[in-house]
């Protein structure tokens, strides 16, 4: 297993439009994670899913926000109508999830630059 | 909420030098606390963990102590190398039915000059 992969690493879009970013995480990790960070801040939690269950969301994450991970796999994150605001490295992670009330530790992706122009 | 309020950088230190950056938390619950790493050009890496009070974390000659009474959990290293130059982010995360989600404190820059 080659760690938590994203695509892409960087995504340039006009304002206004959709994008979709893509996270492959540790085969036999259940929990997978997604978060933004951005220029000397740490990461900003966005949503998280055990297995395919989407378990929380951020209440500072907009309706234009959406993400999914069919079948407990990969996950999509998709921003629609994208605003300048939205710039920033989006981070996926994975945990395994061997205890249900405790979390292990995350592996990190290496992130997707989405620079809203 | 939760929150994690790390020491400000930048921190700049001789090889072989002593280090601590310290990070204090606020929590709900019961939390698991963790130290990130990044190095420049790279994910966030896990250095270490601690689950429960007292517990000592350690990994690559870091240690960071589980201190319940002063809700802290402060990174220390003996001898740094230029090597260990990165950004560090401590990190909780809840027990119980939100476990997992984590919450990151805003990161420490160390550079170590030889």
């Known amino acids: 297993d080659t760690g938590v992969s994203q695509n892409p690493r960087h995504k340039i879009t006009k304002r206004g439009q959709n994008v979709t970013f893509r996270c492959d995480p540790i085969?036999?990790?259940?929990?997978l994670y997604w978060y933004r960070q951005t220029l000397g801040q740490g990461p900003e939690f966005l949503t998280y899913?055990?297995?395919?269950?989407?378990?929380?969301k951020s209440r500072l994450l907009s309706d234009r926000f959406s993400a999914e991970r069919p079948k407990g796999s990969f996950s999509t994150l998709e921003i629609q109508r994208t605003e300048q605001g939205d710039s920033a490295m989006y981070l996926c992670?994975?945990?395994?999830?061997?205890?249900?009330?405790?979390?292990?530790?995350?592996?990190f992706g290496s992130g997707t630059r989405l620079t809203v122009v | 909420g939760n929150s994690v309020t790390q020491m400000e950088g930048p921190v700049t230190l001789s090889e072989e030098a002593f280090l601590t950056i310290n990070c204090t938390y606020t929590?709900?619950?019961?939390?698991?606390l963790f130290w990130y790493v990044q190095y420049p050009g790279e994910g966030l890496q896990l250095l270490l963990k601690?689950?429960?009070?007292?517990d000592k974390g350690s990994n690559k000659g870091f240690e960071a102590t589980y201190r319940k009474e002063t809700t802290s959990f402060h990174l220390e290293k003996g001898s740094v190398q230029v090597s260990d130059s990165a950004v560090y982010f401590c990190?909780?995360?809840?027990?119980?039915?939100?476990?997992?989600?984590?919450?990151f404190g805003d990161g420490t820059t160390l550079t170590v000059k030889p």
């Open positions: 992670a994975s945990s395994l999830g061997r205890q249900i009330l405790v979390e292990d530790g995350y592996t």
């Open positions: 990190a909780l995360s809840d027990r119980g039915t939100n476990a997992g989600k984590s919450t």
């Open positions: 601690a689950t429960k009070a007292d």
């Open positions: 929590a709900t619950g019961y939390p698991s």
């Open positions: 899913f055990q297995n395919e269950a989407q378990l929380e």
């Open positions: 085969s036999e990790h259940n929990r």
